[in-house]
């Protein structure tokens, strides 16, 4: 049982998106749920739906494509880890890859992009950054 279900997830869609999978399933937290909607909010990725297995759940994430076959994802990385855990101010909070990334924030709040945390005055821990 790996220590970083958040980070697993991540690995899963890169690996996913590398081989150009339509889908992707990871196990079911409310946390990833919450990382997955700003995906979506975001533009990275065309969906996700939970669905029930009695067990903990499934998340199924619906990756997405440019319509030549280009990556949305170009690549996804975990910045804070179980072990290592990296908290910013939301005054210190960057832009990523230019404007061209999003970072993912756990505020007290709930999870947001960098944008979102930087308008709303909220520092918390950077989970992962895209582009």
């Given at each position: 049982?790996?220590?970083?279900?958040?980070?697993?997830?991540?690995?899963?869609?890169?690996?996913?998106?590398?081989?150009?999978?339509?889908?992707?399933?990871?196990?079911?937290?409310?946390?990833?749920?919450?990382?997955?909607?700003?995906?979506?909010e975001e533009g990275y990725i065309s969906g996700y739906k939970?669905?029930?297995?009695?067990?903990?759940?499934?998340?199924?994430?619906?990756?997405?494509?440019?319509?030549?076959?280009?990556?949305?994802?170009?690549?996804?990385?975990?910045?804070?880890?179980?072990?290592?855990?990296?908290?910013?101010?939301?005054?210190?909070?960057?832009?990523?890859?230019?404007?061209?990334?999003?970072?993912?924030?756990?505020?007290?709040?709930?999870?947001?992009?960098?944008?979102?945390?930087?308008?709303?005055?909220?520092?918390?821990?950077?989970?992962?950054?895209?582009?």
């Open positions: 049982m790996s220590m970083d279900s958040i980070g697993d997830m991540l690995t899963s869609i890169r690996n996913a998106n590398q081989r150009y999978l339509e889908k992707v399933d990871v196990p079911a937290s409310k946390i990833k749920e919450q990382i997955l909607k700003v995906l979506k939970k669905i029930e297995d009695n067990k903990q759940g499934i998340i199924r994430i619906y990756l997405k494509y440019g319509p030549e076959k280009e990556k949305v994802i170009k690549e996804i990385k975990r910045v804070s880890k179980p072990g290592c855990r990296i908290y910013i101010k939301w005054n210190e909070i960057r832009n990523i890859y230019g404007s061209f990334g999003i970072g993912i924030f756990s505020t007290s709040k709930g999870i947001m992009s960098n944008k979102k945390a930087r308008e709303r005055h909220l520092g918390g821990e950077f989970i992962c950054k895209v582009w």
